[in-house]
């Protein structure tokens, strides 16, 4: 099983960006499909982002569109959430999540393997 461990999160103000970094182990990402989920505080977990293990195909949830880019580098074992235009209503934890299925993408949180341990955005107003 992948192990995955994000980083990049922190307090930015509304309309600043953040990029997310998903740093994996113990497998390689090129046969993985790879998501990036969110869940605020009473909320339940949220689609943000998703491609397949080439990052030939993306999905974006209609809410971060033309904001957000999420991509990869296999060869560093590592895919990225690139946030721009930030909104308070981003604020959330954010994981990244593996699907060993690399070939097929999901929205549905349940269809992935692996998590990571999550890492806090804050937008300010």
């Known amino acids: 099983q992948v192990q995955l461990v994000e980083s990049g999160g922190g307090l930015v103000q509304a309309g600043g960006s953040l990029r997310l970094s998903c740093a994996a182990s113990?497998?390689?990402?090129?046969?993985?499909?790879m998501g990036w989920f969110r869940q605020a505080p009473g909320k339940e977990r949220e689609f943000v982002a998703a491609?397949?293990?080439?990052?030939?195909?993306?999905y974006y949830a209609d809410s971060v569109k033309g904001r957000f880019t999420i991509s990869r580098d296999n060869a560093k074992n590592t895919v990225y959430l690139q946030m721009n235009s930030l909104k308070p209503e981003d604020t959330a934890v954010y994981y990244c999540?593996?699907?060993?299925?690399?070939?097929?993408?999901?929205?549905?949180?349940?269809?992935?393997?692996?998590w990571g341990q999550g890492t806090q955005v804050t937008v300010s107003s």
């Open positions: 999540a593996a699907r060993s299925n690399g070939y097929i993408v999901h929205r549905d949180y349940l269809r992935y393997d692996s």
């Open positions: 113990g497998r390689t990402l090129s046969s993985y499909a």
């Open positions: 491609n397949n293990w080439s990052g030939g195909s993306t």
